[in-house]
């Protein structure tokens, strides 16, 4: 049973949309070039007047780079926030591509400390 101050994922969603769009200094435009959708579309979520579909939600969450969870408000949206997206990228990355990020990433650290 859930808290009577826990919001809804359809109350929360238009507003976690917005913040992260506006996070990643997009306009509704470029967001809805980004998803595939129109301007209007994501103007109509972001104020509530439309609910959207799954596949409108996960191209939503690819084009701004964050999971469902976060724009259904079930994962804090600061959180979204500290991670950069290309290590969002890279963890749905088969086990073979992670390796190399990982190897990669380890040597550019080694690089960057020694210095």
Do not use: C, W, Y
């Amino acid at each position: 049973m859930s808290s009577p101050e826990k919001q809804s994922a359809s109350q929360s969603f238009p507003a976690n949309l917005k913040a992260l769009r506006e996070l990643r200094k997009l306009t509704q435009a470029e967001l809805g070039n980004r998803a595939g959708m129109g301007a209007a579309s994501v103007s109509h979520f972001e104020t509530g007047q439309r609910a959207p579909s799954l596949d409108s939600l996960v191209k939503l969450a690819d084009a701004l780079d964050v999971t469902i969870d976060t724009l259904l408000g079930r994962a804090p949206v600061e959180a979204s926030a500290q991670l950069d997206p290309i290590f969002l990228r890279a963890s749905r990355a088969n086990s073979q591509t992670l390796e190399t990020v990982r190897r990669v990433t380890a040597a550019l650290l080694s690089e960057f400390e020694s210095h």
